[in-house]
């Protein structure tokens, strides 16, 4: 069975940096694309960034372009969203997940991913 596990998730300062890990399992981590989702309170999960298995790909959201930098370490099976410039409307809980297949039409779709680690919440203060 999948299981994705997130880390790094903490409090900071507008401005401030947080690096999150994702820790994929062996069987799976070859085949997928990883990608990170994040939903605030009160509002629907959101797409953040996701990373072919490779690392030749990348996708961001709009929102996050410039700030967030996704990556990941094949040899560690772990996949990181290092997120610098954080602002309070970042404040979430923070999901990765697993998909067999996306594309740039597609990739920020929920029902793509059908792994989900447990989240880690960030939060940012003004």
């Known amino acids: 069975q999948v299981q994705l596990v997130e880390s790094g998730g903490g409090s900071v300062q507008a401005g401030g940096s947080l690096r999150l890990s994702c820790s994929v399992s062996?069987?799976?981590?070859?085949?997928?694309?990883i990608g990170w989702f994040r939903r605030a309170e009160g509002k629907e999960r959101e797409a953040v960034a996701t990373i072919y298995k490779l690392g030749t790909t990348t996708y961001y959201a709009d929102s996050v372009k410039g700030r967030f930098t996704i990556s990941r370490d094949a040899a560690a099976n772990t996949v990181y969203l290092q997120m610098n410039n954080l602002k309070p409307e970042d404040t979430a809980m923070y999901y990765c997940?697993?998909?067999?297949?996306?594309?740039?039409?597609?990739?920020?779709?929920?029902?793509?991913?059908?792994?989900w680690g447990q989240g880690t919440q960030v939060t940012v203060s003004s």
């Open positions: 997940a697993l998909a067999d297949a996306v594309s740039g039409t597609d990739w920020s779709r929920r029902d793509k991913y059908d792994s």
């Open positions: 062996r069987y799976a981590y070859p085949d997928n694309y």
